[in-house]
């Protein structure tokens, strides 16, 4: 088991710039490859961005590609999202996501391939 609890979301105004954390208690952090998700109201839940186990991959949705981030500190149990640039399309409940894979070095951009879920970081950006 592993717990997430999410951080750092907020009211921001288009243009700006937030970092969320998801810190992880439980199993070793190291053992999971990290995901962000967001849901927007209304809306399915839809990919973001993920980190590999080791750190060395990264992926990201097309829609954020050029302005998110993502991150690791095993040393924290946490993973960061930097999101830079933000626009309204952005306004959703983030959620972070554990994937208990095998492999240090690749990711998945489904949700039914992570294991544990956070409650979620809601972000409004205002026009």
């Known amino acids: 088991q592993v717990q997430l609890v999410e951080s750092g979301g907020g009211l921001v105004q288009a243009g700006g710039s937030l970092r969320l954390s998801c810190a992880a208690s439980?199993?070793?952090?190291?053992?999971?490859?990290m995901g962000w998700f967001r849901q927007a109201p209304g809306k399915e839940r839809e990919f973001v961005a993920a980190?590999?186990?080791?750190?060395?991959?990264?992926y990201y949705s097309d829609s954020v590609r050029v302005r998110f981030t993502i991150s690791r500190d095993d040393a924290k149990n946490t993973v960061y999202l930097q999101m830079n640039s933000l626009a309204p399309v952005d306004t959703a409940a983030y959620y972070c996501?554990?994937?208990?894979?095998?492999?240090?070095?690749?990711?998945?951009?489904?949700?039914?391939?992570?294991?544990?879920w956070g409650q979620g970081t809601q972000v409004t950006v205002s026009s």
């Open positions: 439980g199993r070793i952090f190291s053992t999971y490859a």
């Open positions: 980190i590999s186990r080791n750190g060395v991959t990264t």
């Open positions: 996501a554990a994937d208990r894979r095998t492999s240090a070095q690749t990711v998945a951009k489904g949700s039914v391939s992570y294991d544990y």
